[in-house]
């Protein structure tokens, strides 16, 4: 098995990926999240293995089996996401960011249940810290994918991410398109690299987009 790593591509490269959503506790029996299955995150992180890379997958609460040969971290939370990612990205040689963290929290975390007393309940949300730009602003040798998930202007907003969080790559995909929504097998992808690149993919299985992405990561590592 030794001399077949070798000449794996990723071999003795360390990949970090993030996927699922988060969790954002309210009461001790409600939360709220974000749709997402992790598929697509947890294909990454599978062909990243496959390639043989050092694979730690940060999962949110999913379904899903974890790929073989990888190592995962379990969080809940948007806070606990970023804690966990930050502290692994040093080490780090590539890192893409798949999850669907949210974007709001609970101000207050109630430590009961909260009763149903009234006819309304008004929820006040705080915006929770953004970890992929939090990554851009400490970046040093990675190589850091950001996703972007719209449902218009996919190519405007998707570019906007890309410098506003000084990533290398990102990839963005409508998700109120057909094959290309939550939970689906299927994603419809554009890449668009720092060097304003732009590739439009048709749609193809989580598994096929989480190779191409690989191979668009490995062309920017040879330069
Ligand atoms: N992201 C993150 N931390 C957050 C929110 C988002 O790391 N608190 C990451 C996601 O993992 C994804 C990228 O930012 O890689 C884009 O997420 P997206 O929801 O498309 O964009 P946002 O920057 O959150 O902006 P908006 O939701 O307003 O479009
Ligand atoms: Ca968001």
Redesign the pocket.
Known sequence: EKSEDQIMPLSGKKVMV?AGP?REELDPVRYFT?HSSGKMGYAIASAAKKLGAEVTLVTGPTSLEIPSGVQVERVIS?KE??DK?ISHYRDQDIVI???????YTPVTVHSNKFKKKNDTWTIELK?????????GERKEHQIL??????TENLED?TKD?LV??NLDM???NDVSKEGSGFGSDTNEIIMIKKDGSIRPLPILTKEQAANEILEEVMEMMKR
């Open positions: 993030t988060t974000n948007a996401m970023f990612t960011k798949c999850a669907a963290v949210a974007d915006k929770t810290d953004d970890i992929l730009k939090a990554l994918v950001g996703f972007a998930a719209e907003y991410k506003r969080k990102v990839v963005g």
